[in-house]
């Protein structure tokens, strides 16, 4: 059985297989929609979510399955105490799959060691979001074609923010990729990334402040949202959640083929006028999420369709 914790347990070649499933299901949705009669996925969500979580429950519903689960931790049994450990054996008995979402990095992996369904990782704490990097690497590919030869600004909370984490994990397995981080010092890139990801394979990065100066290079820029939930200090995140704000001044030094990504939800850092840009491509994201969703779903649990 197999499980999704990181955007690394597919290989290159299991990540293509399931993008191109996720293309064909985006080709002929109706193809696909029973093929997952009878089974039951689970959603553990123990903090909020809308899109993942609903594009989970969505993807399900469009193969024929139906769903069950939690959206917060005060709903479950968690709130009197029991363990993540416990409360996997349970849904185990329940469920065909699960995906968890967890505020303690390494939480959905405990639950894959005491499980006996597959377990999605929907994101642990500041770690990993592997099924928002599916959606990100749909996304990029279905728009631009390729996922090598591309110059990816990754903009705003890049400390915190695990998107971000699981796109450059992801990503430095193609050709030619570059990143320019631009983030503010106190949200720079964690240095395991750095160090362990960038560095250890040779990978070409710059790390900037300004976002101005770095837009006419990029390809594609992905913004983020400054994540308040992960701040020790309300001052601090106040003193920052601004620092990015990408509007359509700003969005004229880019390509005229430059798309901007966002994981969502946005707060400040998006100005809704750029929503009328074509190159703004994040709900065209969301909606990709319910797809390769689909496609994660199908592949877990080895259902195929001729
Ligand atoms: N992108 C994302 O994870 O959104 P939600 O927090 O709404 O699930």
Known sequence: MKHLLSPLDLSVEELDDLLNLADRIVADPKKYSHCCDGKKLATLFYEPSTRTRLSFEAAM??????????????????SKGESVSDTIRVISCYADICAMRHPKEGAPMVAASKSSI???????????????????????????????????????????????????????????????LISPKELRIPDYIR????????IEYVEVEQLEDVMPKLDILYM???????????SEYLRMKNFYVLNAQKMQLAKPDMYVLHPLPRVNEISVEVDDDPRAAYFRQAQYGVYVRMALIMTLLEVEVN
């Open 118 to 180: 597959p377990v999605i990782n929907a994101g642990d704490g500041g770690h990993q979001h592997p099924t928002q990097t599916l959606t990100d690497l749909l996304t990029i590919r279905s728009l631009r074609g390729e996922l090598g030869n591309l110059t990816i600004g990754l903009c705003g909370d890049l400390k915190f923010g695990r998107t971000v984490h699981s796109l450059i994990h992801s990503l430095i397995r193609y050709e030619n990729v570059k990143f320019v």
């Open 224 to 234: 983020t949202r400054v994540q308040k939930e992960r701040f020790f200090n309300e």
């Open 61 to 78: 519903l469009n193969l024929g399955g139906s769903v069950l689960g939690f959206a917060s931790a005060d709903s479950s049994s968690a």
């Open 195 to 202: 160090e362990d990801v960038l560095d250890a394979n040779n």
